[in-house]
Nanobody, 124 residues
Framework: QVQLVESGGGLVQAGGSLRLSCAAS????????MAWFRQAPGKEREFVTA????????DYLDSVKDRFTISRDNAKNTVYLQMNSLKPEDTAVYYC?????????????????WGQGTQVTVSS
């Protein structure tokens, strides 16, 4: 079982940057595909990005490509989301998620473990 704790959210002006972190418990972090999802008020949870177990493959929501970067440090049991050129429409609660296996799915129901979320607010 994996426990996930996100941090790094906050309030930032449009065009600014934030770096989210997700720390995982357990010794098998490197066996999980990791992902970030987000959920804005009144909207469904949305896939943002995912990274393979060793970090060699990534996938992104089209609207965040070239602005967001996912990375992981398996030695530290941590996955990161670097967010640059933030826009007001990026405002949401951001969730870290983990799933066993190798495929980079983008469907929330296919992820087994979730963090509590961290709020990101981008002001215009």
């Amino acid at each position: 079982q994996v426990q996930l704790v996100e941090s790094g959210g906050g309030l930032v002006q449009a065009g600014g940057s934030l770096r989210l972190s997700c720390a995982a418990s357990g010794r098998t972090f490197s066996s999980y595909v990791m992902a970030w999802f987000r959920q804005a008020p009144g909207k469904e949870r949305e896939f943002v990005t995912a990274i393979s177990r060793r970090g060699g493959m990534t996938d992104y929501l089209d609207s965040v490509k070239d602005r967001f970067t996912i990375s992981r440090d398996n030695a530290k049991n941590t996955v990161y989301l670097q967010m640059n050129s933030l826009k007001p429409e990026d405002t949401a609660v951001y969730y870290c998620a983990a799933r066993s296996g190798t495929i980079l799915y983008s469907v929330p129901n296919l992820f087994n473990y979730w963090g509590q979320g961290t709020q990101v607010t981008v002001s215009s």
